[in-house]
């Protein structure tokens, strides 16, 4: 609604009052209230702020019934709406106000100033109009000049699109992981093809995963010529490149470019697009960007958001969506006739979106990548002494271009219906540690004084219980040793040794200090991630279930990120790091948990973990030797079963692995947890695939 400003002088309201038997009757006379709208609310300023009022509640035809005789003679109605409603809508006009000087020359044209909010900023402007007086009502002398000072009749007024670029993803050394780059489009120019061109289109149709029907309707569009080119599908090179499959399921030598180009009209150029040059590899990370959809626009179109905006739909994409995304300018202008500029109205600049930089190392995340992209695993690298957080891989994985691009249907369900669920993003998720956990309940047993590190806790062979209150339930474990001291139990992995320093441990104590190291709490990290949990309950239920969480079964659930920061703590005096992704250089290590364990404790866990990798008895044993580099560290073997009787339940690897020397002063912790390592190995799988890692890491 236009809104008057200024110091207009104000009218009053004249009422008569009669006095009927000492009763005050307050009445409007039906002849005073025609009066005082012929006086008062008749006058130019009522009309015009009628006027322009009237522009926000796109009442065009109202508007017209305003105009003076000669203006409607001048300009028909159907074309006075149509030019109104073009400009004012395609400029977005809102928040019209008015602002009228006061007591003006009724001889003269009236003057004012609007001021209203488009959608390239404010415009205001000073306007002069005329009135003619029609049956006794001020009406409206109108021209084009009325919508703007400068707009002649045969000028238009013209909205600019200025673009901006979405702001760029990239790694800690500056590598770009996602932004600008250029993708092929494939496409037809009509032409070119032949006459009968049915069977082509249908050729086509197949190798683009699209249909006949739609093809050809994207060919009878009205602006297609001749020579037009019409875009059907956009690939990357990669995707061309592929070995072309007949529909009988034949290889026929040739690339689906190939391909492509023995159709008469196909044409390939090169297109505009988000990239993602690292694929698979950083596309759980990364997410991917997709037009926005009906919902979306919705929620956002208050931030400036329409119907062609591009949004990050998952990962970083999304979380960072206010940073990254572009935020297009305008111009408003008037041109003449033959398309110059006249007047320049209004101009929003446009806006890149920011760069944003991670503290991930592309080396790491995509060696890591490689060397389980046939597993289903999750991978966390982090420097445990600075919270840099410098991997994290979920295998199997997508390709994040398949969703710029245009992802067909036959492709996501594929995705959809694999059993390994490539859309899963497992380094969010939370998983049973195994014996990965052994080192936590040790460190815990020592911060509380437990138990010191060289009380032994005696020879139980392969299996023990408490007492008979278990019942048939027994504690396994793999290996014998002499001296059941902390030392050789990580060494060996001993579960039992575990099992019972979880009961000196206690359950309110145990429960108290997971509490404090994070356990069902959010982990600090702009990714979203599945807090850590010891029991499925507030506590642990049972003397079983506390002695099996101390070997990292029972009900324990931990998140691999989670886990690395409390290992952080072994390098750290006992105080557990505080990850981060965005890469700032210089930047203070920050503490998620002070005095996680005493500096004691934590110096005693760090020295232990180099000789179960040292140590030829060791469960890292001699395969987790790299040249160049000393490693620590601790394997787990988490068992996924129904019951201790199960023989069909599935097994998780896990390695903890950090470098004590080597990387040119760096430390480095790796985490790797696999699935399904039952029958491959163990453990032992996870830590030749690190090996490998470490060793082409180094090479480079």
Excluded at 24 to 32: D, F, K, P, R, S
Excluded at 246 to 254: F, K, L, Q, V
């Amino acid at each position: 609604m236009a809104k008057k400003k200024g110091s207009k002088v104000r009218k009053k309201r004249h009422l008569l009052i009669l006095e009927i038997g000492g009763v005050a009757v307050l009445a409007a006379l039906v002849a005073g209230l025609v009066l005082y709208r012929n006086v008062f609310s008749d006058t130019r300023d009522a009309v015009l702020e009628e006027y322009m009022g009237l522009i926000e509640k796109k009442e065009y035809e109202k508007m017209y019934d305003l105009l003076d005789t000669a203006s409607q003679e001048s300009v028909h109605k159907e074309d006075f709406i149509t030019r109104n409603k073009n400009i004012y809508e395609g400029i977005e006009a809102k928040d019209i106000t008015l602002d009228i000087a006061e007591e003006q020359d009724t001889s003269q044209p009236l003057s004012y100033r609007v001021t209203m909010e488009t959608l390239a900023g404010e415009v205001t402007y000073d306007g002069n109009t005329f009135f003619e007086k029609e049956k006794g009502t001020w009406r409206i002398v109108w021209d084009d000049s009325m919508i703007f000072p400068d707009l002649g009749k045969e000028d238009k007024v013209s909205v600019t699109s200025l673009e901006a670029k979405r702001g760029s993803i990239y790694d800690r050394n500056g590598v770009l992981l996602a932004g600008q780059g250029t993708v092929q489009s494939v496409g037809l120019v009509p032409g070119k093809m032949n006459v009968q061109a049915e069977e082509d289109i249908q050729g086509i149709a197949a190798i683009l995963g699209t249909t006949q029907e739609n093809i050809e309707t994207q060919l009878a569009a009205s602006w297609v010529k001749e020579d037009s080119f019409v875009p059907l599908k956009e690939m990357t090179q990669t995707q061309l490149d592929e070995p072309y499959i007949s529909p009988e399921g034949i290889a026929t030598g040739a690339s689906i470019q190939d391909k492509l180009l023995e159709y008469p009209g196909v044409l390939i150029t090169e297109a505009e697009s988000r990239v993602y040059p690292y694929g698979e590899s950083t596309s759980h990370l990364l997410g991917y960007v997709q037009q926005i959809n009906a919902e979306e626009l919705e929620e956002m179109k208050d931030k400036g958001y329409d119907e062609q905006s591009v949004v990050g739909k998952s990962g970083l994409e999304k979380l960072y969506e206010d940073r990254l995304r572009a935020k297009e300018g305008y111009k408003i202008s008037i041109l003449d006739s033959q398309g110059n500029e006249k007047t320049a109205l209004a101009m929003k600049p446009a806006e890149d979106g920011e760069e944003i930089h991670l503290t991930i190392d592309i080396q790491w995340q995509q060696k890591l990548y490689d060397a389980y992209k046939e597993d289903k695993s999750c991978s966390v690298v982090m420097n445990p002494k600075s919270g840099e957080v410098l991997a994290l891989v979920s295998t199997p994985s997508f390709n994040s271009m398949d969703f710029v691009l245009g992802i067909s249907q036959t492709k996501w369900d594929e995705l959809n219906n694999n059993p390994d669920k490539p859309m899963y993003n497992r380094v969010r998720e939370t998983w049973a540690p195994g014996s990965s956990f052994k080192p936590v309940t040790g460190a815990v047993g020592l911060t509380t004084g437990a138990f010191t590190a060289e009380e032994d806790f005696g020879a139980s062979g392969l299996s023990w219980q408490k007492d008979e209150s278990w019942g048939n339930y027994k504690v396994t474990t793999l290996h014998e040793y002499n001296g059941a001291v902390l030392k050789n139990a990580l060494i060996y992995s001993d579960n039992i040794y575990f099992a019972k320093a979880a009961l000196k441990i206690g359950a309110d104590t145990f429960a108290k200090q997971l509490d404090k190291l994070g356990f069902g709490q959010d982990i600090p990290f702009d990714i979203g991630m599945t807090s850590s949990q010891y029991s499925n309950g507030d506590t642990f239920e049972t003397e079983v279930q506390l002695a099996d969480s101390g070997y990292g079964q029972g009900q324990v659930l931990v998140n691999p990120l989670h886990l690395a920061c409390i290992y952080s703590a072994f390098f750290n005096e006992g105080n557990m790091i505080s990850p981060y992704l965005e890469y700032q250089e210089g930047k203070n290590p920050s503490y998620w948990v002070e005095n996680a364990f005493t500096p004691e404790a934590a110096a005693t866990i760090y020295e232990d973990l180099k000789e179960v990798v040292s140590n030829p008895e060791g469960t890292g044993d001699s395969a987790a030797q790299v040249a160049g580099v000393a490693l620590a560290g601790k394997t787990g073997t988490a068992e996924i079963k129904e019951s201790q009787e199960d023989k069909d339940g599935t097994e998780l690897g896990w390695f903890a692995v950090y470098n004590t020397e080597g990387l040119d002063g760096q430390t480095v912790l790796m985490l790797n947890m696999v699935e399904d390592v039952k029958g491959r190995g163990g453990s032992g799988y996870v830590v030749n695939k690190d090996v490998e890692v470490w060793n082409q890491v180094l090479a480079e």
